[in-house]
């Protein structure tokens, strides 16, 4: 989001001081010395803060709040008070204001309000903008999440694929979510009613995926990892995609198959009519802004799963979150969320240097622990909350080596 000020003041120093101030924290400034000149830029649509002074010739400080309020409710207005305003401003802030600065105000506290103040908008200019996809009702607007232009252009590649029925190649960085792009290309298909089958390309037989094909006839068959696929299963996927399948074949593959191809480890004929329609999934480095997005999703999630109630993200966190690279992409940030709702951060360094499976299990083990916690360590209560069936529950403690009774008061 722009980090952008609408200054208001009709004391021509104070504006210039203060927009040095923001202009140097790398904010953009765009000032007014009065409520007339200053409404045309207060829309539903800004992606900012106000800061106004109260007392200004004509309508004040207080009338802008108002006039503010009405645009959007959720624009948050900083008030500028001289020593006698104080108690005025401590009354707009029961009218709405988000907070009040005494001039002259020093820098730090300034932006320290504004940091706060930019959290919140950025947060409700996300929250519209997911509700406003969600309003759109398909699949592609429902499970892929993100507001970025590349995020956007995602869902929309998606929508294009999806209704022509043709095979479709899937590909995207380890953990970002290509089984899941596959199965909203299935849903988004003229075939999305019938069955989505998913298999492992690496452990198929040319019979195995016969048997496949005849299981996803009239829906959708992923063959997941299509790179590893042995190559007498890959001549019989090309006879059969050739001779029509019954269903439609979509393929995903973390590997670049034209470079494989080109070397003779992939049948380039197979290649060749896999690629028909591909559907690329950016990593979360290209796409930082989509991370608070994301994360906030898997902690609310994750937060569920436990039975707990979400904890706060800061605006710092979230930042920290945005300067990593996340080779692991959204499976890792989905772990990371899950840390973080359990309040583990000495788990999060200890993580950095296992594998994918290692701080899953890692996680579903603190799961565990704390359904357990929570139920007094009654077993058949904490399973009940997880959602999981008995046996899995009691199969999961034995992997972990959990003793129900241990968590009993």
């Known amino acids: 989001m722009m980090r952008r000020v609408l ?23 765009t000032t007014a010395g009065s409520f007339v000149a200053a409404k045309d830029h207060i829309s539903r649509e800004f992606p900012g803060v106000i800061i106004s002074d109260i007392r200004m010739p004509g309508r004040d400080g207080f009338h802008l709040l108002s006039y503010a309020r009405e645009v959007d409710p959720d624009l948050p207005v900083v008030l500028l008070t001289g020593e006698g305003d104080i108690p005025m401003a401590v ?10 600065l005494e001039k002259p105000c020093a820098a730090s506290d300034l932006l320290e309000v504004l940091e706060r103040a930019f959290a919140t908008r950025s947060q409700v200019l996300e929250q519209r903008a997911a509700k406003s996809e969600l309003e759109r009702g398909d699949p592609a607007a429902r499970l892929l999440f993100g507001l970025s232009p590349q995020a956007e252009a995602l ?22 979510g290509i089984s899941k792009v596959a199965e909203v290309v299935h849903l988004m298909s003229p075939a999305g009613q019938g069955p989505f089958v998913k298999r492992t390309a690496s452990s198929l037989s040319p019979d195995d995926l016969a048997e496949s094909c005849e299981d996803a006839a009239g829906g959708s068959l992923f063959l997941d990892e299509v790179s590893a696929m042995p190559h007498a299963t890959q001549f019989a996927a090309l006879e059969i995609i050739e001779h029509g399948p019954g269903g439609r074949i979509i393929a995903g593959t973390t590997a670049d198959l034209s470079a494989l191809s080109s070397e003779g480890r992939f049948n380039a004929d197979l290649f060749y009519r896999l690629d028909v329609m591909r559907v690329r999934i950016p990593s979360l480095a290209e796409r930082p802004d ?13 937060a569920e799963q ?15 979150l945005m300067a990593s690279d996340w080779p692991g992409n959204a499976r890792s940030l989905m772990s990371a969320a899950m840390r973080f709702v359990l309040g583990m951060p000495e788990e999060v360094a200890q993580a950095t240097d296992l594998g994918l499976s290692e701080q899953m299990a890692r996680v579903e083990r603190s799961l565990l622990i704390a359904a357990l916690g929570r139920h007094n360590g009654k077993a058949s209560d904490a399973a009940k909350a997880l959602k999981l069936p008995r046996k899995t529950f009691y199969d999961k403690l034995a992997r972990y080596q959990i003793r129900a009774e241990d968590y009993r008061r």
Request: hydrophobic residues 45%.
């Open 155 to 176: 869902r929309e590649r998606v929508r294009t694929v999806a209704p022509t029925g043709a095979e479709v190649l899937v590909t995207g960085p380890p953990g970002s």
């Open 290 to 302: 989509d991370i608070p997005v994301i994360f906030r999703h898997y902690v609310a999630q994750a």
């Open 7 to 29: 200054l208001v003041d009709d004391d021509a120093a104070v504006r210039e001081a203060l927009s040095q101030t923001l202009e140097l924290a790398d904010y953009q400034p």
């Open 91 to 100: 009354d707009a802030m029961g009218k709405g204001a988000f907070d009040f």
């Open 306 to 320: 436990a039975g707990i109630v979400a904890p706060e993200i800061s605006s710092e966190h979230l930042a920290s």
